[in-house]
């Protein structure tokens, strides 16, 4: 069995750090920056890079990408090195839900997948291909970028649980169910067979 050992201080120093980086908007801020107005009024009105491409543009869809993502892996990976197992999860899951309900825009974020990776990337890093094979494979084969993610999110609690400590494996478990939560009008669409597919107009 596992012996949650951290401290309460340690413990909510990790957990504030990892909300407030975890709920910077950066896909809110860098479509302000551009000129493109509020991501929140066009398509789904999140703040994710899927929402950011909507606006036409690729690279600051992809600077949103990177950016939700490492919001997610600098304070995992930086509780996990410097207060241990524990504090990377509790960071982990504190930017998740950072993104997710960010307090600065009336805890309406985005979706989370972009963040997930960040947070896999910075506690268990190798499992980030497992991921990205597995969303290759099903957007591949079904054109559904929602699909891919729910599929990968399935798959990576299983593999941690054979390659990470019990915490991590936890901590996605948490995260998938959550993901999954946060994804059920795309699984609506999916089930309805209403769902875009990747590169689909209008």
Same mark, same amino acid.
């Given at each position: 069995?596992?012996?949650?050992?951290?401290?309460?201080?340690?413990?909510?120093?990790?957990?504030?750090?990892?909300?407030?980086?975890?709920?910077?908007?950066?896909?809110?801020?860098?479509?302000?920056?551009?000129?493109?107005?509020?991501?929140?009024?066009?398509?789904?009105?999140?703040?994710?890079?899927?929402?950011?491409?909507?606006?036409?543009?690729?690279? =600051?869809? +992809?600077?949103?990408?990177?950016?939700?993502? !490492?919001?997610? &892996?600098? /304070?995992?990976?930086?509780? %996990?090195? @410097?207060?241990?197992v524990e504090a990377g999860v509790i960071?982990?899951?504190?930017?998740?839900?950072?993104?997710?309900?960010?307090?600065?825009?009336?805890?309406?974020?985005?979706?989370?997948?972009?963040?997930?990776i960040g947070v896999l990337l910075g506690?268990?890093?190798?499992?980030?291909?497992?991921?990205?094979?597995?969303?290759?494979?099903?957007?591949?084969?079904?054109?559904?970028?929602?699909?891919?993610? =729910?599929? +990968?999110?399935?798959?990576?609690?299983?593999? !941690?649980?054979? &390659?990470? /400590?019990?915490?991590?494996? %936890?901590? @996605?478990?948490?995260?998938?169910?959550?993901?999954?939560?946060?994804?059920?009008?795309?699984?609506?669409?999916?089930?309805?067979g209403t769902e875009s597919r990747i590169?689909?107009?209008?």
């Amino acid at each position: 069995m596992f012996d949650w050992q951290i401290g309460p201080v340690p413990a909510l120093i990790s957990f504030l750090i990892g909300y407030l980086s975890g709920s910077i908007p950066f896909g809110l801020i860098l479509t302000r920056m551009a000129g493109l107005g509020d991501v929140r009024k066009i398509g789904s009105g999140n703040i994710g890079a899927t929402n950011v491409l909507r606006t036409g543009n690729k690279k =600051l869809a +992809a600077a949103t990408l990177l950016l939700d993502a !490492l919001k997610g &892996t600098v /304070p995992a990976a930086l509780a %996990l090195h @410097f207060l241990g197992v524990e504090a990377g999860v509790i960071a982990g899951l504190a930017a998740f839900l950072g993104h997710l309900f960010p307090v600065w825009l009336g805890f309406k974020g985005g979706k989370g997948i972009a963040t997930y990776i960040g947070v896999l990337l910075g506690l268990a890093p190798w499992v980030v291909l497992v991921f990205a094979a597995v969303w290759l494979g099903s957007a591949k084969i079904t054109r559904y970028s929602s699909l891919s993610a =729910l599929l +990968a999110t399935l798959v990576v609690p299983i593999v !941690l649980a054979f &390659t990470a /400590p019990l915490p991590v494996t %936890l901590l @996605f478990v948490a995260m998938s169910v959550i993901t999954w939560a946060k994804h059920h009008a795309n699984i609506k669409r999916l089930l309805a067979g209403t769902e875009s597919r990747i590169g689909q107009k209008g």
